[in-house]
């Protein structure tokens, strides 16, 4: 079976350096096990990493429909980085 790889963390506004990176502690890791459809909402978190072993459409926001407009899809094997707003879902489908 297929999985998207969703990592979630927060940015370290309080270092000087450009560009910001996000904190490793911060990290929280889950995993969303394609064709099923799955969704996780941010806590706080300001950045999210997708790794897809599998070719997926995803949508972050409120209310991401993955059938909608504001969709992107995720190639296999190639992460992703996003920054993502407080309360933010990121949902996913299998690619047809």
Known sequence: MATLIVTL?????TRDYDPPVAKGSGCRTETITLPNTGSL???GETIV????????????????????????????????????????????????
């Open 41 to 43: 909402t941010a806590d």
């Open 49 to 96: 990493e997708l790794l897809a072993d599998a070719d997926c459409w995803v949508a972050v926001g409120a209310s991401p429909d993955v059938d909608g407009v504001d969709v992107r899809k995720i190639k296999a094997d190639i992460p992703y980085t996003f920054g993502i707003a407080d309360g933010e879902k990121v949902k996913v489908k299998a690619a047809s």
């Open 9 to 13: 963390s927060r940015i370290d506004a």
